[in-house]
């Protein structure tokens, strides 16, 4: 008999079918206990880790072997009590970053923002430190003593090339904080894509307020009590974007480009940005600017130095302090920055990085502070650096 057609029945075939319904439900009760006790007795040596284990509720693993249930993921929940598909935990902080989202799932999940004022939680503001890396990172340790003893207030994120994988021990922040990545050509629009792929992934955690992009060649030149401060406080953010004149800035602008990006709109500046939460999620938000660079902004001309310099520029202009907060050489002319090595690395030349002598804009004041980190350095500096983040950097 049809399901739909129960609805017409007697009152005396009701009666009957109850008892039936009944039976049913009896006997998959039984069926149901009988699997809880193979369960529970095919599992009892492992109970305690389980049960240890089963607290941790994003641990989706660990709740595999509950008897008669499928817990495997939150699509399909039977039975399964320990689960909670809708914790907060996990939706306001990914626990894992490793996920299957392809780009357009993962900027759209990363552009929603709540609309209540009040977090429903005690939030502290975290930075993002996102690295962009071909593979290793030869300061690891620089960094690692850096982030010690901060843990509350920082997030890391790491994209390398596919199939590199960061081998740090499980004690280390930087231990699982890779994201997933694709291929990043230099100069090609993937790069722009990298970015926001970082972007994108440090958004879902919501405690994230501030995102700093930065490299393998770059160092902290403050500690992060500093930093920390000098960021969170900021009134504005720190992405370079100036109208260069040249056939370097100007000279890149393609004309097909406008109406929507006029040559007046056109700005410059490192990839190396530091923006706050609004504008990150206007970043990722974007499709249509973005779409005109990718189509228009080929080689000689890079979306890494001006698509988020453009872009922020005709958007967000009084938002951004125009400067970055990251210490570059272009002193020696040429295509690339100048690099320093284990020759070139004394305590006056951090000092000076630190403080030249110079003030810089910083809300509406002005401060001694204008770079934070520094690029680029090459591995063999290390050793130098760690001594001299004790003495001069404080940390
Ligand atoms: C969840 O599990 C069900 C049943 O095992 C499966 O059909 C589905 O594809 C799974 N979903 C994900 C996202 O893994
Ligand atoms: C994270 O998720 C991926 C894919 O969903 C899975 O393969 C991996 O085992 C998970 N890692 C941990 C530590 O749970
Ligand atoms: C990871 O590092 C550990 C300790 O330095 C080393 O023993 C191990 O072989 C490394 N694994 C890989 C895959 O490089
Ligand atoms: C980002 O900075 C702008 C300008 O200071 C500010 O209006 C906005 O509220 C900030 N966003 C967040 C999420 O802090
Ligand atoms: C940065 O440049 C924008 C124009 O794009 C301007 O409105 C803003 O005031 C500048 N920021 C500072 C701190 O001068
Ligand atoms: C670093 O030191 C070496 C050796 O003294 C020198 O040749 C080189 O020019 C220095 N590099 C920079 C960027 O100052
Ligand atoms: C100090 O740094 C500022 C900002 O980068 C720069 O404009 C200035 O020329 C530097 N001064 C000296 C003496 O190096």
Redesign the pocket.
């Given at each position: 008999m049809a399901r739909r057609d129960e609805a017409d029945k007697s009152p005396s075939s009701a009666t009957k079918d109850s008892l039936v319904g009944l039976l049913r439900v009896v006997s998959v009760l039984i069926i149901f206990v009988v699997g809880v006790v193979i369960g529970l007795i095919s599992t009892s040596h492992i109970s305690r880790s389980v049960s240890i284990q089963a607290e941790r509720f994003y641990n989706y693993k660990a709740l595999a072997p509950m008897p008669a249930t499928s817990c495997k993921n939150c699509t399909i929940v039977v039975n399964c009590k320990k689960e909670d598909c809708l914790s907060m935990g996990s939706f306001l902080r990914p626990k894992n970053l490793t996920h299957g989202m392809s780009d357009e799932e993962l900027f759209w999940r990363a552009s929603l923002v709540p609309t209540k004022a009040a977090f429903p939680y005690s939030r502290v503001a975290k930075v993002a430190f996102m690295f962009l890396t071909r593979g290793p990172l030869p300061f690891l340790p620089l960094w690692e003593r850096f982030f010690k003893g901060h843990e509350k207030l920082f997030s890391i994120y790491v994209h390398a090339l596919p199939g590199y994988e960061l081998n740090v021990s499980d004690t280390s922040p930087f231990y699982l904080r890779q994201i997933p990545s694709q291929n990043v050509e230099w100069g090609s629009v993937s790069l722009a894509d990298a970015e926001g792929r970082l972007l994108a992934n440090a958004l879902l955690d919501f405690s994230n307020d501030r995102f700093i992009l930065l490299s393998e060649s770059c160092i902290p030149v403050y500690n992060f009590p500093t930093v920390y401060k000098y960021l969170t406080r900021s009134l504005h953010s720190f992405v370079d974007s100036y109208d260069d004149p040249s056939r370097y800035g100007r000279g890149r602008y393609n004309r097909r480009m406008g109406p929507s990006i006029r040559l007046s709109d056109w700005r410059k500046g490192s990839q190396w940005f530091e923006v706050n939460r609004t504008l990150a999620i206007n970043i990722v938000s974007d499709t249509k600017y973005y779409t005109i660079f990718k189509k228009y902004c080929t080689p000689a001309c890079y979306p890494d130095e001006h698509y988020i310099p453009t872009f922020i520029h005709m958007f967000y202009g009084p938002l951004n302090a125009n400067r970055s907060v990251t210490?570059v050489d272009w002193s020696l002319g040429g295509p690339h920055p100048a690099a320093f090595g284990k020759a070139n690395i004394t305590e006056n030349f951090i000092e000076?990085i630190r403080n030249?002598?110079?003030v810089?804009r910083y809300n509406s004041n002005y401060t001694p502070i204008?770079?934070l980190f520094a690029r680029k350095f090459d591995p063999d500096a290390l050793e130098l650096l760690l001594d001299l983040a004790t003495t001069v950097m404080k940390f």
């Amino acid at each position: 008999m049809a399901r739909r057609d129960e609805a017409d029945k007697s009152p005396s075939s009701a009666t009957k079918d109850s008892l039936v319904g009944l039976l049913r439900v009896v006997s998959v009760l039984i069926i149901f206990v009988v699997g809880v006790v193979i369960g529970l007795i095919s599992t009892s040596h492992i109970s305690r880790s389980v049960s240890i284990q089963a607290e941790r509720f994003y641990n989706y693993k660990a709740l595999a072997p509950m008897p008669a249930t499928s817990c495997k993921n939150c699509t399909i929940v039977v039975n399964c009590k320990k689960e909670d598909c809708l914790s907060m935990g996990s939706f306001l902080r990914p626990k894992n970053l490793t996920h299957g989202m392809s780009d357009e799932e993962l900027f759209w999940r990363a552009s929603l923002v709540p609309t209540k004022a009040a977090f429903p939680y005690s939030r502290v503001a975290k930075v993002a430190f996102m690295f962009l890396t071909r593979g290793p990172l030869p300061f690891l340790p620089l960094w690692e003593r850096f982030f010690k003893g901060h843990e509350k207030l920082f997030s890391i994120y790491v994209h390398a090339l596919p199939g590199y994988e960061l081998n740090v021990s499980d004690t280390s922040p930087f231990y699982l904080r890779q994201i997933p990545s694709q291929n990043v050509e230099w100069g090609s629009v993937s790069l722009a894509d990298a970015e926001g792929r970082l972007l994108a992934n440090a958004l879902l955690d919501f405690s994230n307020d501030r995102f700093i992009l930065l490299s393998e060649s770059c160092i902290p030149v403050y500690n992060f009590p500093t930093v920390y401060k000098y960021l969170t406080r900021s009134l504005h953010s720190f992405v370079d974007s100036y109208d260069d004149p040249s056939r370097y800035g100007r000279g890149r602008y393609n004309r097909r480009m406008g109406p929507s990006i006029r040559l007046s709109d056109w700005r410059k500046g490192s990839q190396w940005f530091e923006v706050n939460r609004t504008l990150a999620i206007n970043i990722v938000s974007d499709t249509k600017y973005y779409t005109i660079f990718k189509k228009y902004c080929t080689p000689a001309c890079y979306p890494d130095e001006h698509y988020i310099p453009t872009f922020i520029h005709m958007f967000y202009g009084p938002l951004n302090a125009n400067r970055s907060v990251t210490w570059v050489d272009w002193s020696l002319g040429g295509p690339h920055p100048a690099a320093f090595g284990k020759a070139n690395i004394t305590e006056n030349f951090i000092e000076s990085i630190r403080n030249n002598g110079t003030v810089c804009r910083y809300n509406s004041n002005y401060t001694p502070i204008c770079y934070l980190f520094a690029r680029k350095f090459d591995p063999d500096a290390l050793e130098l650096l760690l001594d001299l983040a004790t003495t001069v950097m404080k940390f």
